[in-house]
């Protein structure tokens, strides 16, 4: 599975972005997916999962009510939309797939596969 992010950028506090992460190779509805963020000097960061089906989400308490994940299987793409941004969400995103029953999974070394980040920062 090759997954590629896109959508980040530099937005105002307070303001909202939406980060798609489109995925090509094995069946992208047989995985669970997630994105996480890492800052400078920080460690890899969960941000929130959404199960195979999309049925299904988990998010980080530090997102919970501003972040929303989805998917689109016919798409095969995945999408993170952020709401009032906050300068502590700033950060690179990645996105992430685990295939496997362990869903939802905080952990990133439970993710198969990866994609490369795209940066986003909020100006405050």
């Known amino acids: 599975v090759q997954l590629r992010a896109s959508g980040g950028g530099l937005v105002q506090a307070g303001g909202s972005l939406r980060l798609s992460c489109a995925a090509s190779?094995?069946?992208?509805?047989?995985?669970?997916m997630g994105w996480f963020r890492q800052a400078p000097g920080k460690e890899r960061e969960f941000v929130a999962t959404i199960n195979w089906s999309g049925g299904s989400t988990y998010y980080a308490d530090s997102v919970k009510g501003r972040f929303t994940i989805s998917r689109e299987n016919a798409k095969n793409t995945v999408y993170l939309l952020m709401n009032s941004l906050k300068s502590e969400d700033t950060a690179n995103y990645y996105c992430?797939?685990?295939?496997?029953?362990?869903?939802?999974?905080?952990?990133?070394?439970?993710?198969?596969?990866w994609g490369k980040g795209t940066q986003v920062t909020v100006s405050s």
């Open positions: 190779g094995r069946a992208f509805s047989s995985y669970g």
């Open positions: 992430a797939a685990q295939y496997g029953p362990n869903w939802p999974t905080t952990v990133h070394y439970e993710y198969d596969y």
